[in-house]
Structures are given as structure tokens and as C-alpha cells.
């Protein structure tokens, strides 16, 4: 069974920093782009960040020089951390395998999801 286990989320203040972690098991994607949507209460699911399988990272607008996406494909883990965090950040994240090993592919598998909130 493929299973996407996330951790690191919490409760933090405007300014402060997380990093969310996505471990994956049952089966290697080291060929594989991964990354992270968030959806916040009411609002639709929107990208945050992306990697493919070379590295090669793409970002929101509205994340870009405060959140890095990375991966560690000998732990099948994909990494996202959050500086800078602004209340507007507050929502449930989750992390996903895509399709193919580019940096755009589809997600395939998804993650449970995992709940930031920024309060001030």
C-alpha cells in the first residue's frame, strides 16, 4: 500500500517558521515529481510548490522567497519550509507524488494533509 504520511504542521505566529515533512512508503518514486497544494477553510485547493525528479522547484506567487520545496529521495521524503509565515497561510496542506518525473506532472498519490495556522 502506498501511503503519503505529512508532519510538522502547528500553531505558530506571523513570523515564525515550520517545516512540513511528507514521507513516503510502500515504493520508491525517486522518477517521480512531488510537492504541495494547501486549502484553506471555505477556498479551493491551490498549488503552493513542486519539484521534479531532477530538483528543478517551481513556487506559487504568493509563496515565492519565503517557502523552499525539497526532496531527499533516499528517505522518500519531500520537505516544505515555511519563513516568513502570514496569517493568510493558514490552511490544511498536503503533499503528493505527481504522474511523471516533471516538475508540472499531475499528482497521482496524495497525503492526509496536515493543519498550519498562522495567528496573530
Known amino acids: 500500500q502506498v501511503q503519503l504520511v505529512e508532519s510538522g504542521g502547528g500553531l505558530v505566529q506571523p513570523g515564525e517558521s515550520l517545516r512540513l515533512s511528507c514521507v513516503v512508503s510502500g515504493s520508491s518514486f525517486r522518477s517521480n515529481a512531488m510537492g504541495w497544494y494547501r486549502q484553506a477553510l471555505g477556498k479551493e485547493r491551490e498549488l503552493v510548490a513542486r519539484i521534479s525528479s531532477s530538483g528543478t522547484t517551481n513556487y506559487a506567487d504568493f509563496v515565492k522567497g519565503r517557502f523552499t520545496c525539497s526532496r531527499d529521495d533516499a528517505k522518500n521524503t519531500v520537505y516544505l519550509q515555511m519563513n516568513s509565515l502570514k496569517p493568510e497561510d493558514t490552511a490544511v496542506y498536503y503533499c503528493?507524488?505527481?504522474?511523471?518525473?516533471?516538475?508540472?506532472?499531475?499528482?497521482?498519490?496524495w497525503g492526509q494533509g496536515t493543519q498550519v495556522t498562522v495567528s496573530s
Open positions: 503528493y507524488v505527481g504522474l511523471t518525473s516533471w516538475t508540472a506532472s499531475a499528482p497521482y498519490y
